[in-house]
């Protein structure tokens, strides 16, 4: 009885760890490392991303970013879109986003720079 309480344990123990930490996504486009992380863990409602922008090891300080999260149409759901235009704050951008259920939430980030290129990342969260 006594490996089974501690397995029970183990397993929310890893469940909780894996749903309380916050979220870091690093990706590459374009020569550019980007890095997207939430405040805190992820949850129904108003949540916070920070946006670190480099090329070549240096910060990228003079992009316009902005960020769009939206959720397919599912049954009995209308598709979900939520934008924010992410705010310079010290070395990071700052947006945040309403994710109005849980589930799959899609995302992308687009920024400009001040060459005008325009480059954008996708990937998916979950919440
Ligand atoms: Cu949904």
Known sequence: MKTVFKSIIAVLFAFYALHSAPIVHKKNKGGYDIELVSEKSLSV???KFFISLSKDGEVVKDA????KFFMPEMPGMPYMEYGDKAKLVGDKYEASASLSMSG???YSVKFKTKEGKVHAIRGSLNL
């Open 45 to 47: 409602g108003s949540n």
């Open 64 to 67: 316009k970013v902005k960020v």
């Open 104 to 106: 799959t939430w899609q």
